[in-house]
């Protein structure tokens, strides 16, 4: 760890020692900020607010305070050792009660992936709670004063320091210079977005008066014949961001810069130019500075708009795409900032930089040209998604005829961008409040449309609430269409009436598209993606034909297995082209899986099954497809109970017996996959049908638990895995049964445990181990692991095995088995459920809290959470500190921290100075001892009370939580590292990516 020790963190107050008198301690873990410390709360009496304390099988929280504001000075008592004149938070944010250091707001990646562009107030979602206001009375002072101090902060650590300052300079004069090489586009990214933070923390333009190197890049990048097409990219971007405020784009325009990077005579006019890095910097330089109407009248006055409506049409699609994102920008900051009065559809009335977009917009929609109707109507699609304002209906109003002639043109090459332009107008509020033109060209679009480019627009006005009737008839004939047509193909004339009323669909054309072998399955596999979301939707605005839509899907099944004898000319043609086609057949049975959460299906349920057992049973069927088919007959089984066909006990015994038999068989295929889903599915049914006597029943008197223990010693260890899980869950059924009903079975729950802990401790491959500690942990939530005695016994056993385990995943799984552990037993040994809330009788609290800290020790629940401190990876250090900091909440009141703070020169406090030097050490300490070495005792109660009183775990918490990078991770080295890659520095001192 870098820095001065744990203790060295700049401004980092301390928190209030845990002995402060009448004071009682809670703890969160849970829903904190990523990179904050659980937050102590510290509570009296019973005038203290109370949060609420998760039950024993949830995350171990015990209460919910890890919201809290930042205390003002003299909350805290100060730390010795420690620098005086910190800075603090704002004295607004003090209260009369001792309050415990606040939560660390979240690190933001200053160089990685672009974050929010809010305001530094607003970024933290934190910060936007209302639990950041703090405890009640504080009022919006408080608040205010919060924020102020997190704004402070920000500015703290994105200010430019004396030496970035000193850099800076170097490094715009290095990458102005031809002759150096050119830098790593990282690099120009990172920089780019630090001088973006700088913006958005003080007037852009002090940053430019303050830095005057940045003025002089840009002269000396113009001056170059010709530069690097990255640092030109760079420079435009530099300067559209720089631009944005109005008051440095004036400054910028009083040295003539931005007409030179930006207008006709400069950059546009050079052969570098023709690289699209070039022309993508351009277009995102200017959409930066798009913020202020002098930006906006400089790109219209100086002939920049028709450079934006040439890129529209640019062969690189991201240049192309920002182009069109552009002019929508335009657009509406044209209108909604130079315009005072309501518009009409005069030319008079728009503002003139929207005259000129417009205009541009009709002249391509009558052009003839298909991109350049293409390019229009792109740009409207994005304009009608993004903008809800009233205006866009007047804009429509002088286009809608256009647009309507494209619907009944010979030409198709422009109908597949209607549909999303239409989708994107019927979701906004100023079109579907409307009556009848809007929505009439709705319909006649999903009439005109063919099959496939009308779909996506049917399914997107059926999960509408807010729609005419009419319309959304016509969007579920579109749907319903190729599924009527499988129907019809497959029944005899007049023996089935189909989906649909032939007076209102015309089927000839979804005909003929099935018939087609290069559209059949293309159209079916969009249908039943579509009726697929639909299915899922909650709340679904239609109610669809249930029934006859899983006759469909079962008949498509058909089809594609060859179990149907087609019995029309239309029904052969489609069974040829469907026979083996997997792509159709788990559209299928997506579909089919989605179907099962409706009600109304019973009458066909016999049907359902069988389709599904044949597909299970067929050596022809594929693992993918297989998969599918477990995934369906699992939804579909859970759903047995509730099912009217399916009253009787016998119907249900018999469908099970089917389903085991063929599980048999699956789970001793050759093929792994094929091992794994039936696992797979084998766990879906115990998770959903467990609790139903008829399937405990089937599956216990048949072969299914004995093979699936078996699997445990699978080959592949994606099998093994599936088949811990499958046998963890299979102990639920068996632990709440008697002997007798297991006793012919073999099945034994200690054989199985000592399987599983057999595999947690020697199986090569991580994934069964995964699984292996998992299922524990499940097991102790539910109570299936004995008595008290026992389940200690089985914890320590298990985090002995875990604590060595090469796999991060598996020690952090053995963390949060732990965590429960922790949970069940506090709340068993009858500690309150708030440790603030007043004990009746201090005798009877001191007896249970030693109780419980005697069952850790036992445990050597200790010695695996510090070893867990100095663990390689972070997550498993942050975990086991969340615990420790919980444990110390919940077991050490201040009267006992104050005896142990006074105990320090007694045999048991030994060690601890030790186990603290050793924790600072963190990842890189050496030889952790865990046997009572160097003084420590991981299984004495009086030595862990006095190391949770003593160790400095606030700190702990806060160097884990420390990115790995976070001393070179800085404005200065990034500048550093610039100079280094260019070659300006003599020493390598970059820093390593």
């Given amino acids: ?129 209302p639990l950041a206001t703090g405890p009640a009375g504080r009022g919006r002072a408080a608040m205010s004063a919060w924020q102020a101090w997190f704004v402070a902060r920000a500015r703290r650590r994105f200010a430019m320091s004396r030496e970035c300052a000193r850099l800076l300079p170097r490094v715009c004069a290095a990458l102005a210079d031809p002759r150096q090489p050119g830098s790593d586009d990282t690099c120009l990214e990172k920089l780019l977005d630090w001088l973006r933070d700088l913006t958005e923390l003080e007037p852009t333009l002090n940053v430019v008066r303050d830095n005057p190197c940045l003025t002089e890049f840009f002269i000396s990048v113009l001056a170059l014949p010709e530069p690097s097409p990255s640092i030109l990219s760079f420079t435009l971007r530099l300067a559209g961001l720089l631009a944005a405020s109005e008051d440095c784009f004036q400054h910028l325009q009083q040295e003539n810069l931005l007409f030179r990077l930006f207008g006709a005579g400069g950059t546009l006019n050079r052969a570098v130019w023709e690289d699209a890095s070039v022309r993508s910097g351009w277009v995102e330089g200017v959409h930066s500075m798009m913020h202020h109407q002098p930006a906006l009248h400089f790109l219209c006055n100086g002939g920049g708009i ?91 109003l002088r286009i809608a005829k256009q647009v309507e002639s494209f619907l009944t043109e010979d030409s198709v090459q422009t109908r597949h961008m209607l549909a999303d332009l239409l989708l994107n107008m019927s979701r906004s509020p100023v079109f579907c409040d409307t009556e009848g033109s809007f929505w009439a060209l709705v319909t006649s679009a999903l009439e005109h449309l063919t099959p496939v480019q009308a779909g996506p627009l049917a399914v997107g006005i059926l999960s509408l609430h807010k729609c005419p009737q009419d319309v959304r008839i016509q969007a579920m004939t579109v749907l319903l269409q190729p599924m009527d047509c499988i129907l019809r193909a497959a029944s005899q004339p007049l023996e089935y009436a189909g989906l649909l009323d032939e007076s209102v669909s015309d089927p000839s054309t979804v005909e003929s598209l099935l018939s087609s072998k290069s559209s059949c399955s293309s159209l079916l596999c969009q249908t039943l993606a579509h009726l697929e979301k639909l299915l899922s939707l909650i709340h679904l605005p239609v109610d669809l034909p249930y029934t006859s839509l899983l006759r469909s899907f079962v008949t498509i099944l058909q089809f594609c297995s060859g179990l149907l004898i087609p019995a029309t000319p239309l029904g052969s043609k489609i069974s040829q082209i469907l026979i083996g086609c997997g792509r159709v057949q788990k559209s299928a049975l997506d579909a089919l899986a ?33 998969k599918k088919s477990f995934q369906a007959m699992s939804k579909w089984l859970a759903r047995l109970p509730e099912m009217s066909c399916f009253n009787s006990q016998w119907q249900t015994e018999k469908i099970l017996q089917d389903v085991f038999l063929v599980l048999q068989k699956r789970l001793c295929s050759p093929c792994w996959e094929v091992r794994d889903s039936s696992l797979e599915f084998l766990t879906s049914l115990i998770k959903s049908m467990r609790d139903q006597d008829e399937f405990r029943e089937s599956l ?87 008595q008290a005695e026992d389940t200690e016994q089985f914890v320590s056993r298990a985090i002995q095995t875990v604590e060595r385990d090469l796999d991060w995943e598996v020690r952090i799984g053995g963390l949060e088995l732990v965590e429960v552990f922790c949970v069940q037993t506090l709340c068993r040994v009858g500690l309150p459920k708030y440790p603030c809330a007043p004990a009746s009788s201090a005798v009877t609290s001191s007896i249970q809290q030693n109780e419980s800290l005697q069952i850790f020790c036992q445990a050597k629940l200790f010695k695996f959470l510090f070893w867990s401190l100095c663990d390689y990876d972070k997550p498993v250090g942050q975990k086991a500190c969340d615990i420790l900091l919980v444990l110390r909440a919940s077991l050490s009141p201040s009267s006992m921290l104050k005896d142990c703070q006074g105990a320090g020169d007694l045999s048991a406090g030994h060690g601890i100075p030790w186990l603290q030097r050793t924790l600072r050490q963190g990842s890189l300490a050496q030889n952790f001892p865990t046997d009572g070495g160097n003084g420590v005792d991981f299984e004495d109660p009086e030595s862990m009370m006095l190391a949770l009183g003593t160790i400095d775990l606030e700190e702990l918490h806060d160097e884990l939580n420390k990115s790995s990078d976070h001393v070179e991770k800085s404005p200065q080295s990034l500048l550093e590292d610039i100079l280094a890659t260019v070659g300006t520095i003599d020493e390598n001192e970059a820093d390593c990516y």
């Avoid at 809670?26 to 019973?46: D, S």
């Avoid at 938070?89 to 200053?110: G, I, K, V």
């Avoid at 934006?308 to 795409?321: R, Y």
Wanted: glycine fraction near 8%; charge should be positive; include cysteine.
């Fill in 700 to 786: 216990l008197s048949s072969e299914v638990p004995k093979l699936t223990e078996n699997l445990l010693e699978d080959p592949e260890s994606y099998v093994r895995a599936s088949a811990v899980t499958a046998v963890g869950h299979l102990t639920f059924i068996t632990y709440s049964l008697p002997e007798s009903a297991v006793a012919g079975n073999q099945y034994n729950k200690e054989d199985t445990t000592a399987k599983l802990q057999d595999i947690l401790s020697t199986d090569p491959e991580s994934f069964p181990r995964r699984a292996v500690i998992s299922i524990f942990t499940k097991w102790l939530k539910q109570g299936c692991t004995g």
């Fill in 594 to 626: 989605a179907l099962s959460e409706r009600k109304g299906c019973d009458t066909v349920i016999g049907s359902l099954f069988d389709i599904l057992l044949a597909y299970l049973e067929s050596p022809n069927t594929s693992p993918t497809v297989l």
């Fill in 306 to 396: 028709d450079v934006i409506f040439t890129l529209q049409g640019d062969p690189s699609l991201f240049v192309a795409s920002a182009a069109s994102q552009l002019l929508v920008h335009m657009l509406t900051l044209s209108v909604e900032s130079e315009t005072t009065t309501p518009l009409n559809e005069k030319d008079c009335d728009w503002p003139a930089c929207a005259q000129t977009i417009i205009k541009h917009i009709e002249n391509s929609l009558q052009s003839g040209c298909a991109s350049h109707i293409n390019q229009s109507l792109k740009l409207l699609t994005s304009l009608f998604g993004s903008c809800r304002a009233t205006w866009t209906e007047v804009l429509w």
């Fill in 1 to 129: 760890m870098a820095g001065g020790g744990l203790r060295g963190g700049p401004g980092r107050p301390r928190p209030p020692p845990h002995g402060t008198s009448g004071c009682a301690v809670t703890m969160a873990t849970a829903g904190r900020p990523g990179g904050a410390p659980p937050a102590v709360a510290l509570q009296r009496g019973g005038g203290a607010e109370r949060a609420p304390v998760q039950g024993a099988n949830g995350a171990l929280a015990l209460a919910a305070a890890s919201s809290l504001p930042p205390p003002g000075p003299g909350s805290y008592r100060a730390a010795p050792g420690r620098a005086a004149g910190r800075q603090r938070p704002p004295a607004a944010l003090s209260a009369p009660r001792r309050l415990a250091r606040p939560p660390r707001p979240p690190r933001h990646s200053l160089y990685g992936r672009r974050r929010q562009r809010a305001s530094p107030r607003l970024r933290s979602p934190w910060l936007r709670s």
